[in-house]
């Protein structure tokens, strides 16, 4: 399915593509923008030899990746990364906290992230906003024995409505890491350090979707052009 902002995601995607050098490994992200980043990689490789090797976000990053020509890695060949480029779903304007997650990938983007060098979000001009939660749940990886007590705990932090999620076809989804992920929705979180730290202690977590401090720059790309954020 065809989404209005595919343009504004392409152009953003491929200005971050396009800041990728040979030699890099590079962390690949999970998503739609994240997919045209992908397509813009694979035709540099293809068109200007640009050597690289990635590592991908989630089982349907790593089959676009492959598909697209892109030459694979691991943790265990490489502990780091030189640069990470991902969507996502909630940009916080001055901090650039992130939501991420809504793609179902959070964990491995999580891992990612940490570590690389340099992470690059890319995002279309729907995703700033000036408190996360404003728009999007906070999702929550959890393991699935004990699911109903994790999330009452969580509603005990403040989230609403916590449910697992769903597939496309109205079945549990389960993560590519085996596990369930909750839906939170806190509304706009005036403190998202705290929320995460109480989220951090509750047993049955895996990880959230909260990417705090950790992007290195974000291109959000609207109508206008791009604009580059910084911390
Ligand atoms: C997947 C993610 C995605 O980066 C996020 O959902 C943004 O996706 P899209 O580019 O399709 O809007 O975090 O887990």
């Excluded at 780091?80 to 909630?90: H, N, Q």
């Excluded at 350090?193 to 959000?220: C, P, Q, T, W, Y």
Aim: glycine share 10%; hydrophobic share 40%.
């Amino acid at each position: 399915m065809t989404d209005p902002m595919d343009v504004h995601k392409k152009t953003a995607a491929r200005r971050a593509a396009d800041m990728v050098k040979s030699g890099m490994v590079v962390g690949i992200g999970t998503g739609s923008t994240a997919a045209f980043m992908i397509e813009r990689l694979g035709e540099r490789i293809r068109e200007e030899g640009l050597e690289i090797v990635g590592i991908p976000t989630s089982d349907d990053s790593e089959d676009k990746a492959v598909h697209a020509g892109i030459p694979l890695t691991d943790f265990a060949a490489h502990r780091r990364i030189d640069l990470a480029i991902d969507g996502a779903d909630e940009v916080q304007r001055g901090s650039l906290h992130l939501v991420k997650g809504l793609g179902g990938a959070l964990l491995r983007e999580k891992i990612v992230a940490t570590a690389a060098r340099k992470f690059v979000v890319i995002v279309d001009g729907r995703k700033p906003v000036d408190l996360l939660g404003e728009r999007a749940p906070v999702p929550v990886e959890v393991i699935p024995f004990g699911w109903e007590c994790t999330a009452e705990y969580l509603a005990s932090c403040g989230a609403r409505g916590v449910k697992p999620r769903q597939d496309r076809n109205g079945g549990l989804f389960v993560s590519d890491n085996g596990n369930m992920v909750l839906d939170c929705h806190f509304g706009p979180i005036e403190d998202p350090e705290a929320l995460a730290r109480k989220i951090d202690a509750i047993v049955g977590v895996v990880e959230h979707g909260m990417f705090l401090n950790m992007a290195s720059e974000v291109l959000v790309a609207t109508e206008q052009g791009i604009e580059r954020w910084e911390p």
